[in-house]
């Protein structure tokens, strides 16, 4: 795991099996690798490129992103720096923490991400309004 840019995000790199390139890589996700324990596993597929998702942020789930096909731009953002990230199946993945606004950009057709979280779903901790998201930001510096 290593510290990626301003916003505390971690990048965590996963165990690839390259037996034959033609076969493709297996990449193994076992929990021992992640930074929390799972309590939420979903994920995001065919999406089209030029398409966007996210764009909210969570008060108490950490999320974990990883692309497994095609390629995004994930865009994270504290309410003072926003730092860019391009995912694709042979990059790390990416520890999005609670407290950040993140979006993802998808670049190319059919793009595939697996997000891992340390919360199960509820509504309520989401923020899903841009300027909601920063003065719940200032209240809680």
């Known amino acids: 795991m290593d510290k990626i840019n301003s916003l505390y995000l971690q990048s965590f790199t996963f165990p690839c099996i390259v037996e034959d390139r033609k076969q493709g890589f297996l990449r193994v996700f076992e929990s021992g690798n992640l930074p929390f ?4 596993v979903f994920s995001v597929v065919n999406a089209k490129g030029g398409s966007r998702r996210g764009q909210h942020a969570h008060k108490i789930c950490n999320q974990l992103i990883c692309c497994v096909a095609g390629e995004i731009k994930l865009i994270c953002d504290d309410g003072e720096n926003q730092e860019e990230r391009i995912l694709s199946p042979e990059s790390e993945a990416v520890l999005v923490p609670s407290g950040v606004w993140a979006e993802q950009e998808y670049i190319k057709d ?4 697996i997000v891992f979280c340390d919360q199960s779903y509820d509504e309520n901790d989401y923020i899903r309004d841009y300027d909601e998201y920063l003065r719940w930001k200032e209240n809680y510096k």
Not at 37 to 40: A, V
């Open 37 to 40: 324990p799972i309590r939420r």
């Open 110 to 113: 059919n793009s595939v991400i």
